[in-house]
């Protein structure tokens, strides 16, 4: 059995969301949480318009998420 561990990281932007092989236009973002697992990790899902993405994380990402929350609330989504 062989693990493989990839380190990435998701962008904020000011009208999107991206990770290594998505980007998520703001407009289409409903929300970001975050479940802690065990130790120091958990999952982080972002949920927009076309389903739940979820990701992997080594540590808390609240402060990200609360940015997060507070943009998408903020955005125009006219």
């Known amino acids: 059995m062989t693990r493989v561990e990839h380190q990435r990281t998701i962008y904020l932007y000011d009208n ?7 980007e998520f236009p703001i407009k289409d973002v409903l929300d970001i ?4 697992i ?3 990790g958990g999952l982080l899902y972002l949920y927009t318009s076309c389903g739940v993405y979820s990701y992997i ?3 808390s990402p609240e ?3 609360q940015t997060c929350k507070e943009h998408i609330l ?4 006219s």
């Open 33 to 36: 949480s975050y479940r802690f």
């Open 16 to 22: 999107r969301i991206v990770t290594e092989h998505r």
């Open 63 to 65: 402060d990200f998420v």
């Open 57 to 59: 994380v080594k540590s």
């Open 74 to 77: 903020n955005y125009p989504h």
């Open 38 to 40: 065990g130790g120091d």
